[in-house]
């Protein structure tokens, strides 16, 4: 087996079937559930969702407001000022263009405030099944490790070579496998490279 072959073998050994951490109801509960996600936790990050989406529980709830209660919720999480606001905005456009509806046109959506292409990636993924490969700061650590990347390589050109390693119809399971991977095995700090199957192909 090729690199890529024996990285693919092994997160399906380890990770069959990987879930979305980030608990939602609805599309638009999970497009803010993963524009808040950055530089936090999905830990954190569901912690405060089930209070904002139980106290606001539509989009015209949200949108209604007021950005210090806003900010009161999602204190916990980094730049909660600017993550009120984005919330807010987010909600605004979904009900007064959008009749609530959220769009699934990739470049409308990275209109929306706070939201970028990763967050969109994420949401047509999970919500929709869209060949998409999301790249978040675990999966671009794993693949320049792994040497599926370039260490001088940015978060699009990772993506790019991602895709053309892995089969298109897996591209949504190899991110949240690459995801849970980096977050609980090939960590940032003391990864788990003892028992890693993959330690002789990696960099570190």
């Excluded at 989009?59 to 980094?78: F, H, Q, T, V, Y």
């Excluded at 298109?168 to 949240?176: D, F, I, L, M, P």
Aim: charged share 30%; aromatic share 8%; net charge positive.
């Amino acid at each position: 087996m090729n690199r890529v072959e024996i990285v693919a073998s092994y997160l399906d050994e380890l990770l069959p079937n990987p879930p979305c951490e980030l608990h939602y109801h609805n599309d638009y509960e999970l497009l803010i559930a993963v524009m808040l996600s950055a530089q936090t936790t999905d830990k954190r990050v569901n912690e405060v969702t089930s209070i904002l989406f139980s106290r606001y529980p539509t989009l015209n709830d949200l949108k209604e407001a007021s950005l210090s209660s806003l900010e009161s919720i999602l204190r916990p999480l980094g730049s909660f000022r600017k993550k009120a606001q984005y919330v807010q905005g987010i909600a605004s456009i979904l009900v007064d263009q959008y009749e609530g509806k959220m769009p699934i046109q990739r470049e409308v959506l990275e209109t929306f405030p706070g939201i970028g292409r990763k967050t969109v990636s994420v949401v047509l993924s999970e919500l929709y099944d869209f060949p998409e490969f999301a790249v978040d700061t675990h999966v671009e650590r794993v693949s320049k490790r792994l040497l599926l990347a370039q260490q001088k390589d940015n978060v699009l050109e990772v993506e790019r070579k991602l895709k053309r390693k892995f089969k298109k119809a897996e591209w949504g399971r190899r991110h949240k496998q690459m995801v849970l991977f980096g977050r609980y095995y090939c960590k940032a700090m003391k990864p788990q490279c003892e028992s890693c199957k993959l330690k002789d192909l990696c960099k570190k």
